[in-house]
């Protein structure tokens, strides 16, 4: 450990396979120590533990080279040298890793030793290890690296949008501010200027989701299933529920929390004195108060969250000290950088990097919170034996981040001199939760529908899209002569582009969270002890047992959602008495 400013810097674990100071610049240079993994002898369980550690420290380098390539990218997606880079790596070494790594996946699923390999989380890298087997197809190598260096495209056409307002050019993220305006031609203004710039992309972006479709479905008809969404479910490793339980979910939410939607919008609408409720009238604060301002800067965000963690716990704030020490982050939003926000597990350090888009509002502060979380998680796992342990499934590492949104609640004053903002802040929070969960079904049942139609054209794919929100949005909402806008919500979602099918995780854990805060609520050293318990089993124990360990049920029923969705809804009144 290397100490600095009292924070103890890690360092990475000795590299006793690929040595000291292995660099990566082609192929060639991997290949040995593929070749021996591939061809090594494997005589005892102590062998065969060695082989999977020696084969863990070679995916970890690798995982962060590539992991190094995609975040300077995202930070200066106009860069050429960046996306040679990143290409290099999807061009020249992914297709090959493919080939070795079901070569290697082969090689070790019938092992005879591994009966007597019973240290804890071996047999989920194995049941993972044998889906990998069944879905790999040599002939999908070269479709899978066309499709990835597609999914750039979105970011790069994404993170080139920019509008000008007032005289001033400005990314659409600090544009989206002036929706918290109190003026409300103000309001109207960044929120035409902000959809017609989405909207002169939107058949770029179509057109882009066209080919992402037609290569996707290609990769499922050669592995053998109907479809994307069944490969998906395969691919993704979602051992513990079925598209089944995501229509349920969809049925749930569409029953439970919808009509909750509608009251709000229509207690907003006669707050606001307004004839109509109009898309511009969502963010504005209903009593005509100035946006909420948590912080000043990427670095008042930081150090204000550090704070705010450590007060919860001092080895939370110590993980975001340590990130801030390392300069593993990039939180402003520019000009030039990628869309949205991440935590990007480096797996040899085991330090992440988080990148953000911040401007000044509260968005943003629940954004780093809720990266924190992420890290958080990546920092209680960095130590465990296996690379594969760490890399936990989305709707356990959804868990961690949702939930630290929800249980650093109590040290929001961080963020907030009065009484009455840090209530302004809970109740914006808290009616966003309750949001969440219909937006989430939405572009779900949309995903579902886009692969189960593979052939459909764009215009179906519209219509599609209009019946699917209008299911699960509120009846107030006044969308007249905004029509074309409305068709397109959905080339906001950058998921549809580059993770496919993942965004039901974030439904699930919302309320995994909201059950880990109701504990918390209840009793916080027992809230807390559950919460950091499931987080550390990384992936050594399957879904349901990881929620188990926070006391929380895997259970998307309606019965569960309402009694949820009921406990916010009691916090929502008792902030507003």
């Known amino acids: 450990m290397i100490t600095d400013d009292?924070?103890?810097?890690?360092?990475?674990?000795?590299?006793?396979?690929?040595?000291?100071?292995?660099?990566?610049?082609?192929?060639?240079?991997?290949?040995?120590f593929f070749e021996d993994l591939k061809n090594r002898e494997i005589n005892s369980v102590d062998d065969l533990r060695l082989w999977f550690l020696n084969r863990s420290e070679l995916e970890a380098y690798l995982s962060e080279n590539f992991a190094w390539r995609y975040i300077r990218q995202?930070?200066?997606?106009?860069?050429?040298?960046?996306?040679?880079?990143?290409?290099?790596?999807?061009?020249?070494?992914?297709?090959?890793?493919?080939?070795?790594?079901?070569?290697?996946?082969?090689?070790?699923?019938?092992?005879?030793?591994?009966?007597?390999?019973?240290?804890?989380?071996?047999d989920i890298t194995l049941r993972g290890m044998k889906q990998a087997i069944a879905l790999f197809r040599e002939e999908n190598i070269p479709v899978i690296t066309e499709m990835q260096t597609e999914e750039r495209k979105y970011g790069a056409i994404a993170g080139a949008m920019t509008v000008t307002l007032g005289g001033e050019e400005m990314?659409?993220?600090?544009?989206?501010?002036?929706?918290q305006s109190t003026d409300r031609t103000t309001r109207e203004e960044a929120w035409?200027?902000?959809?017609?710039?989405?909207?002169?992309?939107?058949?770029?972006?179509?057109?882009?989701?066209?080919?992402l479709i037609g290569l996707r479905h290609k990769v499922a008809k050669n592995a053998g299933f109907e479809n994307y969404r069944d490969y998906m479910f395969a691919a993704m490793g979602r051992f513990d529920y079925t598209p089944q339980d995501c229509f349920n979910f969809h049925k749930s939410v569409k029953e439970a929390v919808v009509p909750l939607l509608t009251e709000m919008a229509r207690e907003r609408k006669e707050t606001l004195a307004v004839t109509q409720l109009r898309p511009w009238d969502t963010k504005v604060?209903?009593?005509?108060?100035?946006?909420?301002?948590?912080?000043?800067?990427?670095?008042?965000?930081?150090?204000?969250?550090?704070?705010?963690?450590?007060?919860?716990?001092?080895?939370?704030?110590?993980?975001?000290?340590?990130?801030?020490?390392?300069?593993?982050?990039?939180?402003?939003?520019?000009?030039?950088?990628?869309?949205?926000?991440?935590?990007?597990?480096?797996?040899?350090?085991?330090?992440p990097f988080i990148f953000m888009n911040a401007t000044s509002n509260l968005r943003d502060m629940i954004?780093?919170?809720?990266?924190?979380?992420?890290?958080?998680?990546?920092?209680?796992?960095?130590?465990?034996?296996?690379?594969?342990?760490?890399?936990?499934?989305?709707?356990?590492?959804?868990?961690?981040?949702?939930?630290?949104?929800?249980?650093?609640?109590?040290?929001?004053?961080?963020?907030?001199?009065?009484?009455?903002?840090?209530?302004?802040?809970?109740?914006?929070?808290?009616?966003?939760?309750?949001?969440?969960?219909?937006?989430?079904?939405?572009?779900?049942?949309?995903?579902?529908?886009?692969?189960?139609?593979?052939?459909?054209?764009?215009?179906?794919?519209?219509?599609?899209?209009?019946?699917?929100?209008?299911?699960f949005t509120d009846s107030i909402m006044d969308w007249t002569g905004l029509e074309n806008f409305r068709k397109y919500l959905w080339q906001r979602q950058l998921h549809i582009y580059e993770v496919p099918f993942y965004y039901i995780e974030y439904g699930i854990a919302q309320l995994g969270a909201i059950g880990v805060w109701k504990n918390y609520r209840e009793n916080k050293e027992a809230g807390l002890k559950g919460y950091m318990d499931a987080l550390k089993l990384g992936y050594t124990a399957p879904i349901t047992e990881i929620y188990q360990a926070a006391n929380i049920s895997f259970d998307f029923s309606q019965r569960n959602i309402t009694e949820l969705i009921h406990f916010v809804k009691h916090e929502l009144e008792q902030l507003k008495i």
């Not at 040595?19 to 040995?32: H, N």
């Not at 019938?110 to 390999?117: H, R, S």
């Not at 035409?192 to 080919?211: C, G, M």
């Not at 150090?303 to 001092?314: A, G, M, Q, V, Y």
């Open 74 to 122: 995202t930070c200066d997606t106009a860069n050429t040298g960046l996306i040679n880079a990143l290409q290099f790596f999807i061009t020249e070494i992914q297709p090959k890793l493919s080939e070795y790594g079901n070569e290697l996946d082969k090689k070790i699923v019938n092992n005879p030793f591994l009966t007597e390999l019973n240290d804890k989380g071996f």
């Open 6 to 32: 009292s924070i103890n810097i890690p360092t990475r674990a000795p590299r006793v396979f690929i040595g000291e100071e292995f660099d990566l610049k082609s192929w060639d240079d991997l290949l040995p």
């Open 171 to 179: 990314t659409l993220q600090k544009a989206a501010d002036r929706l």
């Open 367 to 471: 954004t780093l919170l809720h990266e924190g979380g992420h890290a958080v998680h990546s920092l209680v796992t960095r130590d465990l034996a296996l690379n594969s342990f760490k890399h936990t499934p989305s709707e356990v590492a959804e868990l961690a981040s949702m939930s630290m949104e929800l249980i650093t609640m109590d040290y929001w004053d961080e963020f907030f001199d009065t009484e009455a903002d840090l209530k302004r802040a809970k109740i914006q929070h808290l009616e966003s939760i309750i949001e969440t969960l219909p937006w989430v079904a939405t572009v779900d049942k949309f995903q579902h529908w886009i692969y189960e139609n593979p052939t459909h054209t764009a215009s179906e794919r519209t219509d599609a899209w209009v019946r699917i929100y209008s299911e």
């Open 192 to 211: 035409q200027a902000i959809n017609s710039r989405r909207y002169a992309d939107h058949t770029n972006l179509d057109e882009l989701l066209n080919t």
């Open 285 to 351: 604060d209903v009593k005509g108060l100035e946006p909420l301002k948590p912080f000043v800067n990427g670095t008042d965000l930081l150090d204000k969250t550090i704070r705010c963690f450590s007060r919860l716990d001092p080895f939370l704030g110590d993980c975001l000290r340590t990130m801030k020490a390392m300069n593993h982050l990039d939180l402003e939003s520019r000009k030039g950088k990628a869309p949205g926000g991440y935590n990007y597990p480096l797996d040899e350090i085991g330090v």
